[in-house]
Structures are given as structure tokens and as C-alpha cells.
């Protein structure tokens, strides 16, 4: 079973289909990437590079936009893309809207 | 499709033509101040069915009060008892007229009245005990998937509800809703940013556009609040935002055309699909719409859901007072972890290659074994939470409901 997949063919972001552990390799067109942290089921993975701005498309919908440049094979997450429409709260007790 | 779906189904009939799939007694209590004479009453019969249920306030609230009155005659309740302190504002003459003109029997106890939390704690239980016998002798007659009706919600999302549990729901609400049943989706609140998707899923022009209309309410009211629907655990499960949330959730509700939208404790008037609008009207005024998990199924429950689909991912562990609560765990690890608290796995999606069809089939069949009387597991852990606080809203208009 592969260890990413896409929801739709649109996305520019892979969902992680079986838990990664850190330094697991995946494959992405062809091109091996290594996982820097260990990634549970659904966490995402950039299939593209992407620019800040750039929206974060899952589910053929954009999701929200990258806040900074990432690569592929990079883990897409709040530390590095951002709602368009309202705040995200975490635990840390701050508003995470860079 | 495999046996539970052929076995012949009966459920209770209550003098409105309506079905339930329980036959419980309800002890209500209609101010904070009277929730421990309540609780006490229905503690005495902890493994019987009664359970408890209850608004805190003693300010007056058209919604609070329309929810009380829907619950109190919900399809599953045979009896109620309601528990009044004496002083609070809660209309509770009207209460007991809704009830007693429903059919059921009723007994309203004022502890003011009565002399206080012994005496009226000794009455309430001379009354459910009286209750539990004469509900034995409420008719019992067939039972069809036409008369289903049933909500789902999600609590405790992670990346893997959007994937497993709720699209499998989404086609558990596709086969009920073709089959002639009832199903009621309600996560407006979440589905911020997807407006069109919502809004083109109406049946008629009108209705359309007050879904966009629904839509857009709910995208100003959680922006005044400053806060959406998300939870910290639902990021540590992969989420990021309130709109990855919310097409997650928006799966949740099948594929169907948008038969109509309801508000809370709004019965719908036909079968089909139906989207609730669980966001007030006006300018926000009572604090956040869907405070947690239990308020909004207390909402379904009071539109007349029978049974509610619950998914998880994280792993919720909650039910709820009237309707029995189907735990659909959308997370395979949490699955192993949580397994006592869930009744169906939808992670097997991801870890066993099951499609979506198939994982629709087993909820739809898990939908018809609990109608059939089976327990589900909150039922059987003796799980009955409930919330109910103040909202404001406008009727729905003629357009919601072509």
C-alpha cells in the first residue's frame, strides 16, 4: 500500500496513508524525499513546491495559503501555512495566523 | 446487503404518528437549582431507562424553551417528569401541557412546593416507578427505514475524519435518504468557505440561496467571536484550518440533493436530507453556537433524530440522554486504543483497503441493528451527556422548506 495519497487530483498536497517515522523515505514523481519528524495518519506533505501565498489545495479545495517557501516532500502544517478566513487556536494559547 | 436489513424492524408509537426506537422516562429538571432533586430521582433507577435532562437558566429563552418542549415529546420518551425549584422563569405550565396534551404521562413537582429536596425526591421516585410500569403498555407496531431519522455529528476531528469516517457517513446518509429515511447534517458552523458547494446542493432557488445566506451569517458570527470551530487536538491530528475542517465535515452529509434547512428542534416536515442551521440570528449575543460536541446532538435529538452518527477521530467518548449515539471512529490507531467506546471502525479504510461503499454499508446496517434495539456502546457505558444553553433565532422562512 503506497505510504501517500492524493484525495484529489488537483491537491498539491499528499495525505500520509500509513505513519511515517522520522528519516522514512517517500516517494513523490519519481523522487525520493526523507521525512525529517515522524507523521501520523492524515498529516499532509507538500507534492510541489510551494510559494508564500501559494494556496494549499486538498479535496480539489484551497485549505488555506502557504506562509512561507516549501518544498516538496516537506510536512505542510500551521508552522508553515495559515487559514484565509479565520485564526487557528492551539494549546500554546496563541493565535497561529502569521 | 446482508441480514440486520431484512430483520423486521418495530418501534414505539406515539399518539403524534411519530416512531421511537426507545421507551424511556425522562426526568427534566428546568432550573440549575432543581438539578440535584432531578439527578437524585433518576440515580435511583441508574440502570433502568430514565435519564436526565435539564436547562440551567433562570432567565427565560424562546430557543431554550422551544428545545425543552421538543425533547420532552421526542419519539424514544414514553413519560417525563419535570423538576421545578419554583421561582425560576422556565414556563413550565406550558411544558407540562405540551407533554400531557402529547399523551404521555407527566408530573411536574415544584420543590418549593413540595417542602423541599426529600419530599420532592420520595414523589419523583413514586412517579417514575408508576411511569416505567404504565410505558410497558405503549403500542409497538412495524417499524420502516422510512421512519429513521438520524443526525450525525462530529467531535474530536483529526485528519482522518475528512477521509474515512465522515465520507463513509456521507454514503450511510445516501443509501437512508434513498431508501425514503431521514438524515440531518448540521455542521454549518464548520463549513466556512464553502459556500457554493453548500448553497448548489438545494433543491430549489429559493432554498439556495437561503443556504448562502445561512452560509454567510455563520462565516460573520464566528469572525465577531474570533474563533472557529477547531479544537488544539485537531491540529495535533493533522489539521490546519477551519476550512480543512470543514470540507472534512462537509462529507458528512452525503451527496443528496438539500431537501430543506431546519433549525434547532425544527421537526422536518418531509423525508429527505436536511441541513441544520445551528448558528443564532441577530448580532452574537450568547456566546459560541456549538459550545462543544453535546449541544449540538441535543439539537439534532430535538429535530427528531431517532439516533445520531458520531465521528471521531481523536477519539470522543460521549452520548447522549434520549437517542443512542453510534460512535463511527475515523482513526484506526485510536480505534485500537479507544475499541470499548466505538462502534465501528472506519480507519479500516486506510489500513485495510475497505472502500467507501462497503464502510457505508456497515454504518447503514449498524443504523438499522440499533433502531432494532442492539445497544450501542455510550448506551451500554451508561454514557447520557447533556447540554443545553441560551440562543436566539428567527423561524425558519417558507423558502427552507420547499
Known amino acids: ?98 | 446487503m446482508n441480514s440486520s436489513t431484512n430483520k423486521k424492524l418495530y418501534g414505539y408509537l406515539r399518539p403524534d404518528g411519530r416512531k421511537g426506537i426507545r421507551n424511556i422516562v425522562l426526568v427534566a429538571y428546568l432550573v440549575e437549582c432543581a438539578h440535584h432533586v432531578a439527578r437524585e430521582i433518576a440515580h435511583s433507577f441508574r440502570s433502568r431507562e430514565v435519564q436526565l435532562i435539564g436547562f440551567g437558566g433562570c432567565y427565560p429563552n424562546a430557543y431554550a424553551d422551544k428545545m425543552m418542549n421538543a425533547l420532552c415529546t421526542h419519539p424514544n420518551v414514553g413519560a417525563v417528569l419535570l423538576v421545578s425549584l419554583g421561582c425560576e422563569s422556565f414556563n413550565r405550565k406550558r411544558l407540562y401541557q405540551t407533554v400531557k396534551e402529547s399523551g404521555r404521562p407527566v408530573q411536574l413537582l415544584g420543590i418549593q412546593e413540595k417542602g423541599g429536596t426529600k419530599k420532592t425526591i420520595t414523589e419523583g421516585i413514586e412517579f417514575v416507578t408508576a411511569a416505567l410500569d404504565e410505558i410497558k403498555r405503549t403500542p409497538v407496531v412495524d417499524l420502516d427505514v422510512s421512519d429513521i431519522v438520524a443526525g450525525v455529528v462530529s467531535g474530536g476531528s483529526d485528519a482522518t475524519s475528512g477521509i474515512t469516517a465522515n465520507p463513509a457517513v456521507g454514503k450511510a446518509f445516501d443509501i437512508l435518504v434513498e431508501k425514503g429515511g431521514t438524515a440531518i447534517f448540521e455542521n454549518i458552523g464548520e463549513m466556512i468557505g464553502l459556500d457554493d458547494l453548500i448553497s448548489g446542493r438545494g433543491t430549489t432557488p429559493a432554498l439556495r440561496d437561503e443556504l448562502r445566506k445561512a452560509m454567510e451569517k455563520s462565516a460573520r458570527y464566528y469572525t465577531i467571536m474570533g474563533h472557529g470551530s477547531f479544537a488544539p487536538g485537531n491540529a495535533d491530528g493533522g489539521l490546519t484550518t477551519q476550512e480543512e475542517k470543514g470540507m472534512g465535515a462537509y462529507y458528512k452529509g452525503g451527496t443528496a440533493s438539500i431537501t430543506g434547512m431546519i433549525k434547532p428542534a425544527d421537526i422536518p416536515p418531509r423525508k429527505g436530507l436536511y441541513l441544520m442551521d445551528i448558528v443564532p440570528d441577530g448580532e452574537p449575543r450568547f456566546g459560541f453556537p456549538n459550545p462543544n460536541d453535546s449541544s449540538e446532538i441535543a439539537e439534532l435529538i430535538a429535530s427528531g433524530a431517532l439516533c445520531v452518527l458520531f465521528t471521531t477521530g481523536r477519539g470522543s467518548v460521549v452520548g447522549s440522554a434520549i437517542a443512542p449515539i453510534i460512535k463511527v471512529c475515523a482513526n484506526p490507531d485510536t480505534y485500537a486504543r479507544m475499541e470499548d467506546d466505538m462502534d465501528i471502525n472506519a480507519g479500516k479504510i486506510l489500513t485495510e483497503g475497505v472502500s467507501l461503499d462497503e464502510m457505508g454499508n456497515e454504518i447503514f446496517n449498524k443504523i438499522i441493528s440499533v433502531a432494532g434495539g442492539s445497544q450501542t456502546c455510550s448506551e451500554e457505558l451508561g454514557h447520557q451527556e447533556f447540554v443545553l444553553g441560551y440562543k436566539t433565532f428567527e423561524p425558519v422562512g417558507p423558502s427552507c422548506l420547499p
Open chain 1, 1 to 98: 500500500m503506497s505510504k501517500l495519497m492524493k484525495l484529489n487530483p488537483g491537491d498539491n498536497v499528499y495525505i500520509v496513508r500509513v505513519p511515517l517515522q522520522a528519516n522514512d523515505s517517500v516517494e513523490i514523481d519519481g523522487k525520493s524525499y526523507v521525512i525529517k519528524q515522524s507523521l501520523g495518519f492524515g498529516h499532509k506533505i507538500a507534492a510541489t513546491s510551494l510559494h508564500p501565498g501559494d494556496k494549499i489545495i486538498k479535496f480539489g479545495i484551497p485549505i488555506g495559503s502557504a506562509t512561507e517557501h516549501i518544498s516538496a516532500g516537506e510536512h505542510v502544517h500551521l508552522h508553515n501555512m495559515k487559514s484565509d478566513y479565520l485564526p487557528t487556536y492551539t494549546l500554546n494559547n496563541e493565535f497561529v495566523n502569521k
